[in-house]
């Protein structure tokens, strides 16, 4: 802050004009494209999971790996880009930076080429080569940092250092989405339910990575006088369920999650805990076995993401029916399995990373069996 002299001019009047009439119609135009994006989507498919009739339970998948960039985070990165330009923080050949395990980068990527300018990906080396081929695919470059927590500092520096504007998915997601409607993700899925035989769920299983999907899904239940709860599955590593558990937000981790596109080493600005009404800690090799399991039952191959999410709604289903209880059951299909063939699906790495889903694997069939996720 300039310090003014007390004796210097004030002008009572002052007038100063930033209005910049270019910047104003390339704003217009690219957020017109953006919207019209949007409505050549259709809406994402509502997939029912097969289980035993006598149950009298219903178990979904919201299947988001059918957006134009193959993930829920089309969504999220649609609305970053509206929310952004309708603040100012987009300007004509500046660069977009982003902060990213993979999924996010690919959707901004895309958007950043539909309305033309650079994209900037930060994200941490192990990311899956397939992530990485997509993110250069939509035009956007890869920058490699070695840890994950190292992301938002990168990020944050190559926006000073180009001019560019760190788009920062970690504060913004859950204030960037409309909450209320607008066809966010919890809109949808109610709309889809509204015919099925339980159409308001007894649950619905999100995962965090931002924090985004949750706090959205969580309010809106709210502001529409609901009854379904809201459940976090979180895999290990990550400090959003010790943080949940302990009511610390300062929580942090040492390490970062195997788990690509969820839990993080601290707890990010968009994690709305006092939204969340549980959450289930979920070991990676069980969300390793669930994706695989799943392939089975639907002939779908989904990233790890999706099977952490739906080992807790396992055992929400396996807990309902120990307590006679009847209803529905939503999770999350977050992105496909061919992103991951070289990790979630090889033996070798799971190997390598000493991860042993042949326990869960067998729990899982047993639960099919018997209702009982022992």
Known sequence: MTDRPATAPVNPEEDIDRF??????????????????????????????????????????????????????????????????????????????????????VSEAYFARLIGVPFIAVMARGTSRNKIDLIELHGGRCHFVDRPDQVYDVAAGLARETGGHYMDQFAYAERATD?????????????????????????IVATAGTGGTSATIARYVRYTGRQTGICVADPENSAFFPAWREEDASVTTSIGSRIEGIGRQRVEPSFMASSIDRMIRVPDAAAVAAVRHLDTLLGRKAGASTGTGLWAAFRIISQLLGKGEQGSVIALLCDPGDRYLDKYYSDDWL???????????ARLESFMRTGELD
């Not at 409607?181 to 339980?198: T, V």
């Not at 190997?351 to 694997?361: F, K, M, S, W």
Request: hydrophobic share 35%; proline share 7%; with cysteine.
């Open 20 to 105: 910049d009439p270019a910047h104003r119609q390339w704003c217009a135009e690219v957020v017109a494209k953006v919207r019209a994006e949007a409505n050549r989507s259709s809406d994402t498919h509502l997939l029912s999971v097969p289980l035993p009739a006598e149950w009298g339970i219903d178990l979904y998948l919201k299947d988001e790996s059918t957006h134009p960039t193959g993930s829920l985070k089309h969504r999220l990165a649609r609305s970053l880009f509206l929310h952004a330009l309708c603040n100012g923080w987009l300007h004509r050949d500046r660069p977009v930076i982003e902060a990213s395990s993979g999924s996010t980068a």
């Open 179 to 203: 909450w209320r409607g607008n066809n966010n993700i919890a809109e949808s899925l109610f709309a889809q339910m509204s015919q099925e035989r339980y159409p308001e769920p007894a649950w």
């Open 351 to 361: 190997a390598r990373e000493g991860i042993d889903i042949t326990p869960y694997l």
